[in-house]
């Protein structure tokens, strides 16, 4: 029985000693694990792919999320200058502009005051509007006001006003930057359709204005794609007879032309000649509302015509009812856009 114990612990050493001698051989030599690193490398690969995967559709939804206003980020801004004065109607008339100034993307309101200071009323109504605003001031000079007995023709209104917003446009904008600018009054009832057609102007861009100048309508008269003339009554020679709701501005024309500017002096109905003929030529303008026309022709028991408007009052329908011609206001005595 000892002489088997003895045994058996000597097999053991001698197993013990070969297994060593074994692993000591086997230091240093290269192991053959291409396999399980292979293994291991396709499954960081696989989890690389899948983060990228989810980035990308969180990505893809984040965008698709503010689709609207990355878009709308991307448009030229449109300027629009509104001169005012104070009034009892003049709160209400800006608050109905800002409502629709509202819808517009992309919309700088540049309202200046015809006072020696901001009036609380404007500041409250700006701040409280919604809309990215720049609000000046900028008083009339006496011997250029109208007095209470004055007809308001007699002396062109609200000139001051709109050249501080020109030299502020000057002063803060860069030749670079794409934009439109339009002459708001605050008397005058806009479209939504209005701001889509001006946007792409490229110098001076115009359209037909209703209710103006003694006619139903005035408007540009368009051959072939260029304005050629104008409907007009009054003073049709004049250089531009068209109204100041009639036509919008590239923002680049305009910082280009540094010293263009409306004329304080002009003669009644030249205010807007003054600044468009130092800026452009008839047959550089650009007509908008289908060539002015914007015409459609409506149904019904009566022969009726609807008059698609681009600016201003709802609608204006021409009725036929027998012998009978009338027109048809949508809200007031406002100048429109056909």
Avoid at 2 to 10: A, G, S, T
Avoid at 101 to 122: A, C, G, M, R, Y
Avoid at 174 to 201: H, K, P, Q
């Amino acid at each position: 029985m000892k002489v088997k114990l003895k045994n058996v612990f000597v097999v053991y050493f001698l197993v013990s000693v070969i297994g060593l001698m074994y692993a000591l051989l086997q230091l240093g030599q290269p192991c053959d694990c291409s396999q399980h690193l292979r293994s291991a490398s396709d499954l960081m690969h696989g989890k690389d792919k899948k983060i990228s995967q989810l980035l990308s559709e969180v990505k893809r939804l984040q965008v698709r999320g503010k689709g609207p206003e990355l878009e709308g980020q991307a448009l030229p801004i449109i300027y629009a200058i509104t001169p005012t004065y104070a009034r009892l109607v003049q709160k209400a008339e800006l608050v109905r502009m800002s409502q629709t100034f509202l819808h517009v993307k992309n919309f700088h309101w540049i309202v200046v005051e015809d006072s020696p200071v901001k009036t609380q009323l404007v500041s409250e109504l700006l701040a409280q509007s919604g809309l990215r605003f720049t609000h000046l001031h900028t008083e009339t000079p006496k011997e250029q006001k109208l007095k209470e007995s004055d007809p308001n023709w007699l002396k062109p209104r609200g000139v001051e006003q709109r050249n501080l917003a020109l030299q502020w446009l000057r002063e803060n904008r860069e030749l670079s930057e794409e934009g439109v600018v339009y002459f708001a009054d605050d008397d005058n009832t806009y479209s939504l359709r209005l701001f889509d057609e001006i946007r792409s102007t490229k110098r001076v861009s115009v359209w037909p204005v209703g209710l103006v100048g003694g006619l139903r309508f005035e408007r540009p008269l368009v051959e072939k794609g260029r304005v050629v003339g104008f409907y007009t009554a009054w003073k049709p020679n004049r250089p531009f007879p068209m109204d100041m709701a009639g036509f919008a501005i590239a923002l680049q024309l305009l910082l280009a032309n540094r010293e263009a500017r409306f004329d304080m002096l002009a003669e009644r109905g030249y205010l807007e000649s003054s600044l468009l003929q130092s800026l452009v030529s008839i047959e550089e303008l650009e007509p908008r509302a289908d060539n002015c026309t914007k015409v459609r022709r409506g149904t019904g028991s009566q022969d009726s015509w609807v008059l698609s408007m681009v600016l201003g009052v709802q609608w204006i329908k021409w009725v036929r009812a027998g012998d009978q011609d009338s027109w048809v206001l949508g809200v007031g005595n406002m100048k429109f856009c056909l």
